[in-house]
């Protein structure tokens, strides 16, 4: 299968600091990348949905100028969490698809990356 | 709205089989997707039913029934490996996936 690596896997940083998410389709063009955040014991949350070359889709509730998405190119996301602040410790996880001719787009996830604000 | 419900939790022993239930109301159906996820980890992809009937693929299988909302994963033989979270995710009218909240399967000695 896909493979999406992410980097870094842990990250641990002070309160007000910004930390940034790499998230690469290594062996595949990802049309359309996403981000999620998972909190201890619950279900992944779609945060934003991004496409090469265009603005991403904040899903509602999520701050688009506090969680900056930059998907450059089809093979890198970045996710930018800007003054962190502890209650945005979670993991973070970000997929990639590619959308073939049936129009089936598997979501490859990352490993993930832990994220916790001191 | 949107909803897909799954049991919390399930307590099975190793060598038996599982059944784990996934119903759902979505605007719109294009699929629906099982994931497998062990703690602290991604999620891992499992299967894929876009039409009616069962999908096998070795020791798992998933089944769909478009008309009832209504989706199972089956595991058979199971390992203590197998000790996971299951996640059952449906993608919607505009093609992204909207996720139930997973299924902690425990497995026994």
């Known amino acids: 299968g896909a493979v999406v690596s992410q980097h870094p896997s842990r990250v641990i940083c002070k309160s007000g600091t910004s930390v940034k998410i790499e998230c690469r389709s290594l062996?595949?063009?990802?049309?359309?990348m996403f981000w999620y955040r998972q909190f201890p014991k619950q279900s992944l949350m779609l945060m934003a949905t991004?496409?090469?070359?265009?603005?991403?889709?904040?899903e509602q509730g999520v701050e688009k100028d506090k969680f900056l998405i930059n998907h450059a190119s089809l093979t890198l996301s970045t996710l930018t969490v800007t003054s962190a602040h502890p209650e945005d410790s979670s993991f973070y996880i970000c997929?990639?698809?590619?959308?073939?001719?049936?129009?089936?787009?598997?979501?490859?996830f990352g490993p993930g990356t832990r994220l916790t604000v001191l | 709205g949107q909803n897909i419900d799954q049991p919390t939790e399930m307590t099975a022993t190793e060598g038996a089989i599982v059944q784990i239930n996934c119903t759902y109301q979505?605007?719109?159906?294009?699929?629906l997707f099982w994931y497998q996820q062990h703690a602290g980890e991604a999620p891992t992809f499992l299967s894929y039913?876009?039409l009616d009937g069962l999908e096998e693929k070795g020791r798992f299988s998933s089944f769909l029934s478009r008309s009832k909302g209504y989706s199972y994963l089956l595991l058979k033989e199971l390992q203590m490996k197998d000790s996971a979270s299951y996640l059952c995710?449906?993608?919607?009218?505009?093609?992204?996936?909207?996720w139930g909240a997973g299924t902690k399967l425990i497995i026994k000695p």
């Open positions: 979505t605007s719109g159906f294009n699929g």
């Open positions: 995710a449906v993608k919607g009218s505009n093609y992204q996936l909207i």
């Open positions: 991004s496409n090469e070359g265009s603005k991403a889709t904040y």
């Open positions: 062996d595949f063009q990802a049309t359309t």
């Open positions: 039913n876009v």
């Open positions: 997929s990639a698809s590619e959308m073939d001719e049936r129009g089936y787009n598997e979501q490859f």
